[in-house]
């Protein structure tokens, strides 16, 4: 295929070829420039935000240790607190038992020996240990004659009672409840009033029985209860059966 005359380049380019490039020269000249100087304001400037950066890095890892830190400390004072209650608690429950049996004496005592300096003695040590068991956060629930509540009291039976005021009351407790510190240690095991219309019934019938007139009290009654009751006595009273006319 024969080359157009017209597509040829005209001039003298054409005839030299294609120009020469400048470009090396140029980066040449750009490696022999010295390299221009950062600002030290600029550069300053650059430093202190990354120290601030790398401070702050350091305080929120301070801050998380000492939270964590913290936290673990107020856990290991918790368990400490913790388990010196539960000793503490145990063993004041030991003195319930103490005073319980010492309350079972003194009840038994008290019916013999009533009165007895020893007694008294007794229960003025009694009175002392309940007085420091107080003041330990140590005392005694009181629940006869009140309302029954479950929260204080467990119920082990139940007491007819005639009077309707004391429907659902207290009436015996068999064994004394305690609370420590507000919380109940051992709790009241008591008899509950439960209104019965017969034993009301059966009460107002024995009143009545006691309104009655007494019967009235004869010579021989009299006698019986001045005299001695010898076979002479009686005869005197009653009569020989050998007067009695056949």
């Known amino acids: 295929m024969s080359e157009d005359p017209a597509?040829?380049?005209?001039?003298?380019?054409?005839?030299d070829g294609p120009p020469e490039s400048n470009a090396p020269?140029?980066?040449v000249d750009a490696a022999l420039e010295p390299p221009p100087q950062a600002d030290p304001a600029e550069h300053l400037e650059r430093r202190a935000r990354l120290a601030e950066d790398r401070l702050a890095e350091v305080l929120a890892a301070y801050r998380q240790f000492k939270t964590e830190n913290e936290g673990f400390r107020d856990r290991v004072t918790r368990d400490i607190e913790r388990r010196s209650d539960e000793r503490h608690e145990k063993l004041l429950l030991r003195f319930i038992d103490i005073l319980d049996n010492l309350d079972r004496a003194l009840e038994a005592a008290e019916q013999t020996f009533a009165g007895n300096p020893l007694i008294e003695g007794l229960i003025l040590v009694r009175t002392q240990l309940l007085q420091?068991?107080?003041q330990q956060g140590l005392e005694r629930i009181p629940v006869l004659g009140l309302a029954f509540d479950p929260a204080y009291s467990e119920a082990v039976g139940t007491l007819p009672v005639s009077d309707p005021d004391h429907d659902h009351v207290v009436v015996r407790e068999?064994?004394?409840?305690?609370?420590l510190n507000g919380r109940v240690a051992r709790a009241s095991r008591v008899l509950v009033g439960q209104y019965?219309?017969?034993?009301?019934?059966?009460?107002?019938?024995?009143d009545l029985i006691g309104l009655e007139e007494e019967p009235e009290v004869t010579e021989v009654d009299a006698a019986a209860e001045t005299l001695p009751?010898?076979?002479?006595?009686i005869r005197a009273i009653f009569g020989s059966d050998e007067d009695d006319p056949e």
Do not use: F, M
């Not at 597509?7 to 005839?15: I, V, W």
């Not at 068999?174 to 609370?179: A, E, H, I, K, M």
């Not at 009751?229 to 006595?233: F, G, I, K, N, R």
């Open 174 to 179: 068999l064994l004394r409840g305690y609370r």
């Open 229 to 233: 009751l010898d076979e002479e006595t």
């Open 25 to 27: 020269e140029a980066g």
């Open 196 to 206: 019965d219309v017969a034993a009301k019934e059966g009460q107002d019938s024995a």
């Open 7 to 15: 597509d040829r380049p005209d001039g003298p380019e054409a005839e």
């Open 132 to 134: 420091t068991l107080q």
